[in-house]
């Protein structure tokens, strides 16, 4: 009878520990996922309208194809260079403060390459741009583990990477626009574009400073509940101890093929206007950018439902083969015919394929790295993968020049997401350890799930402190 009674009252906290999980997880989406998305939208937007710059900047700065493709590709150098110290610093200051110094920092830089006058000012500033965005994206997706369960993770993961589709869709038409039509301060269309989109980082930088909390027991619109909640289900999280050494490796094989997303997806986010102006001459910059916004709109809806059929289906290597997959032979016919509607579509397909591979591509690897160091290993993972990100635009810009056309690029496309798509069947992952809610000595998932002030930013709970401290929140 006791042992009944006992079961009954563990079912019963256990299902009123599910709501109340639940009820946390949806307020937190709603709270931080808008002004995270809204965030990443300027971030990409300022990182890739020199694509649309392009189409009247090269010509008043005399760059070639192969000068414009390693001005696109220098932002990676910068942006590799700074990915570790960014994430030391995030752990240093605390999420709040860091991420608004960030966005205010990038909005700055993004503006100052409206007075670029020759190829290595624009190399300059392509650099300290990559410098000042090295600490928002790797920041942010270990900022979500602190707030979402990893089962929970994809779709929340899905929701902010949603910018990158919606930001190039937007942001394509309306950078076309502004390079035909803008004039501040006397200034030609492509640098009033760079003043004009850089300025929404500086004023969000300030909102960041304002409504983004370190960590769920510094958000005011929890309640105790909700916290103790939250905490538990991201305590179920914690993957057993790992070595040094699988930490590496697993980083290593991530980066390997987020390298090959990477490499595809901005050969095509910078080369796509140019490669459309090429494939239908004689339309305007505003048309052309309206064309290459197709991929992106399609790629929007690809990623959400790819990622709800992720968050269904677990951690399977195929919700990151099989689009990465369709994305290779998509850039293979692209690169077997010169059919422009045709090669808009398998463009179309490519984008979408690839970008639908990136949320489930990054729940795998924030389960799997999750830790006491886990921010510091996701962004060893994004400065190793982002190294394509340089020789994406390279080689493109090169293999433009040399065969005066696009249909190597494509062909080389195809062969690294072949690549990658095989390298993606074998991806380590970290089934979570279970544990009871009462369990003592449990470590949050990442260092700042359950974290205190010392003076200068966060230092992580030991086990005990955090029992502790989810047992008075409790009561």
Request: proline share 6%.
């Amino acid at each position: 009878m006791a042992v009944a009674e006992a079961s009954a009252s563990g079912a019963a906290r256990d299902g009123k520990d599910g709501v109340a999980g639940q009820s946390a997880v949806r307020a937190v989406a709603r709270r931080l996922l808008p002004l995270l998305f809204v965030l990443y939208v300027v971030n990409f937007l300022d990182r890739a309208n020199i694509g649309v710059a392009a189409l009247a900047m090269n010509a008043e700065l005399h760059l070639s194809a192969t000068d414009y493709g390693t001005a696109a590709g220098m932002f990676f150098v910068g942006y590799v260079l700074f990915q570790v110290p960014a994430a030391l610093g995030l752990k240093r200051f605390g999420a709040r403060r860091w991420l608004a110094g960030v966005v205010t920092a990038w909005g700055l830089c993004s503006a100052a390459t409206a007075f670029v006058t020759d190829a290595r000012g624009l190399y300059l500033a392509r650099f300290l741009l990559g410098l000042a965005e090295a600490g928002f994206f790797p920041g942010v997706v270990a900022y979500l583990t602190t707030w979402f369960p990893a089962q929970r993770r994809t779709r929340a993961l899905a929701a902010f990477l949603l910018a990158i589709p919606v930001a190039t869709a937007a942001g394509l038409p309306t950078s076309g626009l502004l390079v035909e039509h803008a004039g501040v301060f006397g200034l030609s269309g492509w640098r009033s574009m760079f003043l004009i989109e850089a300025a929404p980082a500086v004023v969000l930088g300030a909102a960041a400073l304002r409504l983004l909390p370190d960590s769920p027991r510094r958000a005011a619109w929890l309640n105790d509940t909700q916290r103790a909640a939250l905490a538990r289900e991201l305590d179920k999280d914690t993957p057993p101890t790992t070595t040094g050494r699988t930490v590496l490796g697993r980083v290593v094989h991530f980066a390997l093929v987020q390298a090959g997303v990477c490499f595809a997806a901005y050969s095509l986010q910078f080369f796509l206007p140019q490669a459309l102006t090429a494939l239908f001459p004689g339309v305007h910059a505003s048309s052309v950018c309206v064309l290459a916004a197709l991929p992106y709109l399609v790629a929007a809806p690809t990623m959400l439902l790819w990622s709800r059929h992720g968050d269904h289906a677990g951690q399977r290597a195929s919700l990151v083969t099989v689009p990465i997959a369709v994305a290779a032979l998509a850039a293979t016919a692209a690169a077997l015919c010169d059919l422009p509607l045709f090669t808009l579509a398998a463009l179309t397909v490519t984008v979408a394929a690839n970008m639908a591979a990136v949320p489930a591509l990054w729940s795998r690897c924030t389960s799997s790295l999750a830790g006491r160091h886990s921010a510091t290993a996701i962004a060893a993972t994004n400065a190793l993968s982002n190294l394509a990100g340089f020789a994406g635009p390279w080689v493109t810009g090169h293999l433009a020049d040399t065969t005066d056309g696009y249909q190597a690029v494509y062909a080389v496309l195809a062969c690294i997401l072949a690549t990658a798509s095989v390298t993606a069947h074998r991806l380590p992952t970290t089934p979570a350890t279970p544990a009871s809610p009462d369990a003592p000595g449990t470590t949050p998932a990442t260092y700042t799930s359950a974290t205190v002030p010392d003076g200068t930013g966060d230092r992580p709970l030991e086990g005990h402190e955090s029992a502790r401290m989810d047992a008075d929140s409790a009561r």
